[in-house]
């Protein structure tokens, strides 16, 4: 398939929770003019407490590099766990270019701010009492999230994951990745675009958010997922997962039908399946 552009966020590679197998069949078949990584794509977090690299990681990075030489562009716009190539904003390495957040702009127009979203993990936290100081302490909650941070790796200690941390509060949960939403659709507001498109909490979606589009590209780690724009402008989302799934099941039944079920079975089987 073809498309206008296919944004992929947080593959995580050098760990091992990384579906890189799935990530490559995904490759192997899908081709954009524009690919946007949204992040979190090498986690170099993972890789200073200890080489991981298997073969199937370095193949992901061959594959992207030979879109690359084969006229795609690529642009690399790093997340958190990735957060040491953002000191080389505008730099190009392999014919991949690495800026801090991009605009896509699609073909019917819409622009989009395309981030990873991590800058704005203490905001989500805070989103409540923020909402009623204002700009300032907008500002204040983005260079406090830096900075905590920072001295939380001085310390030796991990990046504070919004998502993680949301995760173990299972009932809350899915208030925070509705915050997580709102704080960034009110991004893309504050910058006048159409749209924002991101990653980091591992939750793909695509939907409207106060009159933003939200536009989440998911993760290579839980679910295999990536959004896709086709010429016509329109953004969808791709779960590579489940489609490899649905397939499966569509060949298994076929299959089966190759063997001892009788005509009659093997003509019924595959709807059943699908189903
Ligand atoms: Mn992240």
Redesign the pocket.
Known sequence: MHYRAIFLS?THLGTRGCQAELLLDFLSCHDAETFYLV??IVDAWRLRRGWFWPQAHNDVVQALLAKSQAGARIVYIP???DELLRAYPGTHFGGIEVMTQAVHVTACGRRMLVT?G?QFDSIVVNAKWLAHLGDRAYEFALWLNTWLNRLRKLWGGKYWSLSKWAKQQVKQAVNYIGEYEKVLAGEARRGEYDGIIC??IHKAAIGRVHGIDYVNTGDWVESCTAIVERADGRLLLLDWAAAKRRRHMIDAARGAGAGSIRRRDRMKKPRKEIA
């Open positions: 947080d992040g979190d997340g958190n766990h990873h991590d990653g980091h």
